[in-house]
């Protein structure tokens, strides 16, 4: 009961009262078309359940395309046409996938069970009990599978049989969006957010904590108004970490300390993409916002989308990618921002981050279709 459905949290949100009206979602306007999109390949992963979507993304590992459907179906598909390599029946209520490396694919369930397969031929290998539901895709690092729970921890998972390694825990405030981050990782460091608004730095092979860092206090009076979970992946270049968080600020830390060199009033759900100089930001309200990365300096804004429940941005070549409600994909110039194409995956909302892949960009809706998309250039 804690744990509130997202859409339900952003409704309650954008109406304040009963007398003011929730924020409409933008109307598609026409445009000129300037980039055209060759749609590669469709698929599928099972049926849908919309809010135990919010974390069965796909991952691409050089030619082949991991996904997982909530029904406990494991798919892998070629790149290059969509076919199945194979199938695998896990019969768990799959809530958080896919990661995966050359070797094993890792997903979770919704009821707390972590699964690894075989990247081969989709041999379950092991199975284990993390006593949390696990609602976003494991971290497959070299040194162990990772995942984030629901009850504010983060657990390491050994690779060849699933003991568990070590835990990490943040405390998870009485009201949260549902939904976790992915942890990502560099070198031995692996770095999460949690929904009470911080960072965590632990490292990988004991799980000492190196630094933890607020990167927006919750304010304000109402637990609502509280709210600043960052439930998106943090993205690490180099030796910086970029994080952001709902309600809460864009910022840019030390991946060593976890110093914080800047912050961007902003807030996202969804989360964030990095592209060299420029960090590409959904917005909850809708907009799409590109930032210089080293300062953090907006470039451009694009408002064309507002309210239109974007997924995550990603990058592929000069344009900037994201999806929304109804499944429309959308394609803008990343140098201003413009809107130059537009493409339908389908008639259902796409939850989880679009996937770049050379020069074809993936998406999966929350009915489980799974489409492939190449821009002509």
Known sequence: MRRLACAALLLALVACSKDKEV???AELVDFRQTLD???AWDAGVGGGDAPLRLGLGVSVVGDTVYAAGH???VVA???ANGRALWQAKTKAPLAGGTGADASLVAVGSSK???IALSAADGQVLWRVWVHGEVLSAPLVAPAAVVVRTVDGRLVALARDNGKELWSVEQQVPRLTLRGVAVPAFAGDVVVCGFDNGKVVGASLHDGSVLWETPVAPAHGRTELERLNDIDSRVW???DNVFAIGFQGRLAMLALDNGQIWWAHDLSSYRGLALDGEHLYVATAEGDVVALVSRTGAESWRQKALAWRGLSAPVVIGNHVVVADYQGYVHF???SNG???ARVKSGGTRVSNPPVVAGDTVIVINDDGRISAFRPKA
């Open 23 to 25: 924020n409409p979602p």
């Open 37 to 39: 999109v060759e749609r």
């Open 71 to 73: 029904g406990g179906e």
């Open 77 to 79: 598909l070629a790149l």
């Open 112 to 114: 707390g069970e972590v």
């Open 236 to 238: 690490i270049d180099g």
């Open 332 to 334: 803008l110039d990343k």
């Open 338 to 340: 413009e809107i130059v």
